[in-house]
């Protein structure tokens, strides 16, 4: 069993419930869309993915093309991460160079 909270549309309030990921997930998309404010709680410690909910009212903004806003979104998180993350040193000390040894000898 996974934590969930979610808002009352009634009153804003939030909620909590305690289900299995896969019997929550059908019920909230039986729920009309403006009401889905859920969320699942993450524990200290526990581990967790990075997820964006990334969305766009298509009527002021009838020109624009939301995979082509994704792509771009995705790849400037994917440098941020790399420019925080990346090993600083990624190429350990080299390797010493065997000797050589002269022609005909």
């Given at each position: 069993l996974r934590p969930f909270?979610?808002?009352a549309p009634q009153n804003?309030?939030?909620r909590f419930i305690a289900?299995?990921?896969?019997?929550?997930?059908?019920k909230l998309l039986l729920t009309p869309e403006a009401q889905r404010h859920a969320y699942e709680?993450?524990?200290?410690?526990?581990?967790?993915?990075?997820?964006?909910?990334?969305?766009?009212?298509?009527?002021?903004?009838?020109?624009?093309?939301?995979d082509?806003?994704?792509?771009?979104?995705?790849?400037r998180v994917c440098a941020a991460l790399?420019?925080?993350f990346r090993d600083p040193d990624p190429n350990p000390a080299p390797k010493p160079k065997p000797k050589l040894k002269p022609r005909g000898v």
């Amino acid at each position: 069993l996974r934590p969930f909270t979610f808002e009352a549309p009634q009153n804003g309030r939030r909620r909590f419930i305690a289900a299995d990921v896969f019997a929550f997930v059908p019920k909230l998309l039986l729920t009309p869309e403006a009401q889905r404010h859920a969320y699942e709680l993450i524990r200290p410690g526990a581990p967790c993915r990075l997820y964006f909910d990334l969305e766009f009212q298509r009527r002021p903004n009838p020109n624009l093309d939301g995979d082509a806003l994704t792509r771009r979104f995705m790849q400037r998180v994917c440098a941020a991460l790399e420019r925080e993350f990346r090993d600083p040193d990624p190429n350990p000390a080299p390797k010493p160079k065997p000797k050589l040894k002269p022609r005909g000898v």
